[in-house]
């Protein structure tokens, strides 16, 4: 199936922003990578939490992120007749899961979240209905145990995983690091401090930021639709899977295609290690992106969902959860 035939459509909110604004084609030598009816669709870092919280860092590509997802849903309708297979990934980190509950003790859950907002309630439907499979990243790792949904997913000739693991120690974000879980506990509470100074008596300027803005985050306010310099990226990530796909080629294990997420930056790379595999990273649904990948047997577009300037009054969308 070809991306902008078949799936992106008449649909103008969507804009492919890898490869010059084309789908790359799977080169040859890899063969395909999924089956000729199989499509898959990752969406990245999420990061919700409460909606009313300055620590979301979801809420203002929400209403991009329901519309995303009734396009996917007539698609997937649509396809069925035709025995066409929509598969939809979410890449991990769809929940701040380490933060405290705003309103009501140090917890907080994937059930506080979907409904802290009719909104996000109408998207938690659309996740069930469309079976969307969910990875488990490094800010919803409750605790070091899994909630629902896998480290990793092989599907066809494509591993799929957060991207978490290929962190250095001192950066506290792979839960597999023996650190990493009295690291979280400190950032909690310094995330449950400042999230208390929503409710401070604070005027002007102090009083926008300690609602919109949370240290070491950005707002979100303003959208991004940007390919960052592929310069950019992280070299340790690019390293370390380097590695694992150099360990699964001595193992007959390697896969064609590696998607991850994780580093907030949308990466492609077709002719990853000399042509020993592809390289994909989704980029990011949070903090002013609203990124997503869609992989078919033929083609991979990195794409940015456009926002709109307003949104829906609550009482428009069905609560659901």
């Keep these: 199936m070809k991306i902008c035939d078949d799936i992106i459509g008449d649909n103008d909110r969507i804009q492919i922003i890898s490869g010059d604004g084309k789908p790359a084609a799977v080169p040859r030598h890899r063969g395909p990578l999924l089956r000729s009816t199989d499509v898959i669709v990752a969406i990245p870092d999420m990061h919700m939490y409460h909606y009313n919280s300055p620590l979301d860092g979801f809420r203002f590509g929400a209403e991009a992120m329901l519309d995303f997802l009734l396009h996917l849903e007539a698609l997937s309708r649509r396809w069925y007749a035709y025995g066409r297979r929509l598969r939809i990934f979410q890449l991990g980190d769809l929940f701040e899961l380490w933060f405290p509950n705003p309103h009501n003790g140090p917890e907080i859950t994937s059930y506080d979240i979907w409904r802290s907002h009719p909104l996000y309630s109408e998207i938690g439907r659309l996740f069930w209905d469309l079976g969307v499979q969910q990875i488990i990243g490094n800010h919803d790792y409750k605790k070091g145990k899994r909630s629902e949904g896998s480290m990793s997913f092989g599907m066809g000739n ?71 310099d592929p310069r950019d990226y992280p070299r340790h990530s690019l390293d370390y899977y380097s590695r694992r796909m150099a360990v699964a080629a001595e193992n007959d294990g390697l896969k064609s295609l590696y998607l991850v997420a994780h580093t907030h930056l949308p990466y492609l790379d077709t002719e990853f290690v000399g042509g020993r595999g592809i390289y994909l990273d989704a980029g990011a649904w949070s903090y002013g992106r609203t990124d997503f990948a869609i992989i078919t047997s033929e083609e991979i577009a990195i794409c940015h969902y456009r926002r709109t300037p307003t949104v829906l009054p609550a009482n428009q969308y069905r609560h659901a959860i």
């Design 158 to 228: 494509i591993h799929i995983e957060h991207g978490c693991r290929a962190d250095q120690w001192y950066r506290f974000s792979n839960p597999g690091n023996i650190l990493w879980r009295p690291a979280m506990s400190i950032f909690r509470a310094f995330r449950q401090f400042e999230s208390g100074l929503k409710n401070a008596p604070l005027a002007g300027r102090l009083r926008h930021a300690s609602t919109h803005r949370a240290w070491g985050n950005e707002s979100g306010e303003i959208e991004r639709s940007d390919f960052p």
